[in-house]
């Protein structure tokens, strides 16, 4: 076995959550660690997740999703995700060490079931998720600091480009810390960030909705039959972006003993807080202001004002660790392929920093250029994540024999939902095209939305 060991750098952000150095080899394409477990508790790991999913940028867009829907459709596509992620995500943790090694990356546990084709498609998707997500929360982050300069500087020459790039920057710091575990105070400080967004929003928009003449809000679906049918595309894409989590196996491989125990606590808890906060405000988001809502629900809020900027600054502490979260697979995979352990590690740091930089300066470059929030939250959603989140796990624990004896019916159903999203992935991608294509016409680049 010592013949097959390829060193990985010692930066490498896919390790088991300790000072960066644990994983130390990767055996037959699977990445393995000296160490047997990682050390965060339960409450790391629900940090983590919560902060993965449970965004201002993903629930932000809830209520648009509804209105796009209608009514009844969108209640039953919110309710079906909600039970359906927190369904895969327990078969995800499910596979920890499935076939005995320690796989601490969605990619090489992906290779351990598929082979290399799995390693590589897992790749492709984590990389549309990640660039994409990262796009659209820096526009929601940006917006989201306008938002509070215009509130003391209703004058100020600063455009939306500005808070873009200053964004940016600040994500561009944080990108030299080593992993995720790493973040975990951050993570924490977001989630409770999560929580009062979640509830400052909730909150304005009820009231928004009690001092708005009822009787000009509108519930019914407006256009042709085509137009109908791609704002209903769209909005699949935008509610699976809002469950949208690439790195299970990354955080799971951060947590202490039991794992399975441990994780499975930790997703509960995460799931709590979606399941709390998502519902509410999409429902009371939709109640309010009907099929006029803006696609970031704080933009639809008028009254009162110092509410909405307590609202904005939660959102932009919340979304600073998603971002660090989402960036992380890109950079892990650019170590493992370019970051040599012999290398110095005054020289890993400099190439780390040269890498983050290319990166950063895409991100902030492609939003800058055009900040179509929702456009981007549908594309990412259809292409990125609802084949990680909807299709994988399912098909994954099949493929891993991990079924029980008599379990058609669960058999059926792992089949119906891979079956099922995977169409949604199709309609959300054709609905976000048309809508991008349409702004693009709209607008000019850089416009200062």
Not at 48 to 56: R, Y
Not at 132 to 154: H, P
Request: proline residues 4%.
């Amino acid at each position: 076995m010592a013949s097959n060991l390829v060193p990985l750098p010692e930066s490498y952000s896919g390790d088991s959550g300790g000072d960066g150095k644990e994983v130390t080899a990767m055996v037959d394409g699977s990445v393995e660690s000296n160490s047997t477990t990682g050390k965060g508790s339960w409450k790391h790991a629900a940090f983590h997740v919560a902060t993965t999913i449970a965004t201002p940028a993903a629930y932000a867009p809830l209520p648009f999703a509804v209105s796009s829907l209608g009514w009844s459709l969108g209640v039953l596509s919110l309710v079906g995700a909600t039970l359906t992620t927190w369904y895969s995500s327990i078969l995800i943790a499910s596979l920890w060490k499935w076939d005995g090694k320690k796989h601490t990356t969605y990619r090489h546990l992906a290779r351990s079931i598929y082979g290399n084709w799995g390693y590589w498609s897992i790749a492709f998707f984590q990389q549309v998720a990640s660039l994409g997500n990262n796009i659209a929360i820096q526009i929601a982050a940006g917006s989201c600091l306008k938002a509070v300069y215009k509130y003391y500087y209703n004058d100020g020459s600063l455009t939306l480009q500005h808070f873009i790039m200053f964004f940016g920057i600040f994500e561009l710091v944080l990108s030299q810390l080593p992993n995720i575990h790493s973040l975990r105070w951050l993570n924490a400080v977001c989630t409770l960030s999560t929580i009062g967004f979640a509830g400052t929003a909730i909150g304005v928009t009820i009231y928004n909705g009690k001092n708005i003449d009822r009787r000009s809000i509108s519930y019914s679906l407006h256009g042709s039959s085509s137009s109908k049918m791609f704002k209903a595309f769209n909005g699949l894409g935008v509610i699976a972006f809002s469950f949208g989590d690439a790195m299970l196996p990354e955080i799971q491989s951060t947590v202490r003993d039991p794992v399975k125990k441990t994780m499975y606590k930790g997703i509960a808890a995460a799931y709590t807080i979606i399941l709390l906060s998502y519902w509410q405000l999409a429902f009371f988001g939709y109640w309010a202001f009907g099929t006029g809502v803006e696609p970031f629900i704080l933009a639809s809020l008028t009254t009162p004002e110092w509410t909405i900027i307590m609202a904005n600054i939660f959102a932009v502490i919340q979304i600073s660790g998603c971002f660090q979260i989402y960036c992380r697979p890109t950079y892990a995979l650019f170590e493992e392929k370019m970051t040599p352990s012999k290398q110095t590690s005054m020289r890993n740091h400099f190439l780390r920093l040269v890498f983050t930089s290319m990166y950063m300066g895409l991100i902030t470059l492609v939003a800058a250029a055009m900040p179509f929030f929702g456009d981007f939250v549908s594309i990412c959603g259809a292409i990125g994540f609802t084949p990680l989140d909807f299709v994988f796990p399912v098909l994954a624990h099949l493929k891993a024999g991990k079924m029980p004896k008599n379990s058609s019916p669960i058999v059926i159903l792992n089949i119906v939902i891979a079956t099922w999203f995977s169409a949604v992935a199709v309609m959300g991608c054709i609905g976000a095209v048309k809508f991008i294509i349409d702004d693009i016409k709209t607008y000019k680049f850089f416009y200062d939305m």
